[in-house]
């Protein structure tokens, strides 16, 4: 399957994230500030990104930016718990934390190709 990079500044949220994706056969690699998520998708490959919009040193956003610059079409998903304007107007699919495994897997799924 893919692997995806999730960056979350709640460890335990990321993790969570993390276990779902795995149990659907994804690779993943997490992150837990903007910079680190930077550097991750340096490091290696990525299929796609799932970014928590408020994370810290860099925006979820702002990393959704240079990612799809150094990727063009890099397919990317922002996550927040509260409401940011700022991410809708970013035009990314956006999932509203809580989510469910299944709003999780199918923005996924949908955005990947094949």
Known sequence: MATI???????????????L???????VVT???????LSAAEQQPI?????????????????????R???PGLPVILMTGNGDLYAK???LPLLHKPFTRE????AVERLLPG
């Open 5 to 19: 990079l999730v960056a979350d500044d709640n460890r335990g949220f990321a993790e969570l994230v993390r276990a």
């Open 21 to 27: 994706l795995e149990d659907a056969g994804h690779h």
């Open 31 to 37: 992150a837990y500030s903007g910079l680190a998520a």
């Open 47 to 67: 299929d796609a990104a799932v970014l928590d919009v408020l994370i810290p040193e860099i925006s979820g956003d702002a990393v959704a930016d240079r990612l």
């Open 69 to 71: 610059q150094q990727h």
């Open 89 to 91: 107007a970013s035009g």
């Open 103 to 106: 709003e999780l897997l199918g």
